[in-house]
């Protein structure tokens, strides 16, 4: 499956942003789509999942309450609303996939967009 990311840009703390991830492929449902970040010179974290159906979800405690992933299988694109956004988001986003697991996690995904860069100022 091949991502492409948009919706990144420079917002102010407190407002929000909506991050889309569109994907290609015929068999988008059966996969677990999930969010990550990167800050400068941090590891890549885990931000948040979803299973294929979007019956399960699974997020960093940093990010609970905040932020909100969803997904459209029709159109192939995973969203992820951002909300009350601090300047620690600061980082360059990326939408990853597996193929669909018993447990929602972090863990086994192995396609990756090329990241969106996302900028909250204080």
């Known amino acids: 499956v091949q991502l492409v990311e948009s919706g990144g840009g420079l917002v102010q703390a407190g407002g929000s942003l909506r991050l889309s991830c569109a994907a290609s492929?015929?068999?988008?449902?059966?996969?677990?789509m999930g969010w990550f970040r990167q800050a400068p010179g941090k590891e890549r974290e885990f931000v948040a999942a979803?299973?294929?159906?979007?019956?399960?979800?699974d997020y960093a405690d940093s990010v609970k309450g905040r932020f909100t992933i969803s997904r459209d299988n029709v159109k192939k694109t995973v969203y992820l609303q951002m909300n009350n956004l601090e300047p620690e988001d600061t980082a360059v986003y990326f939408c990853?996939?597996?193929?669909?697991?018993?447990?929602?996690?972090?863990?086994?995904?192995?396609?990756w967009g090329q990241g969106t860069q996302v900028t909250v100022s204080s």
């Open positions: 979803i299973s294929w159906t979007g019956g399960s979800t």
């Open positions: 990853a996939a597996r193929l669909t697991r018993p447990t929602m996690n972090a863990q086994s995904f192995d396609s």
């Open positions: 492929g015929r068999t988008f449902s059966r996969y677990d």
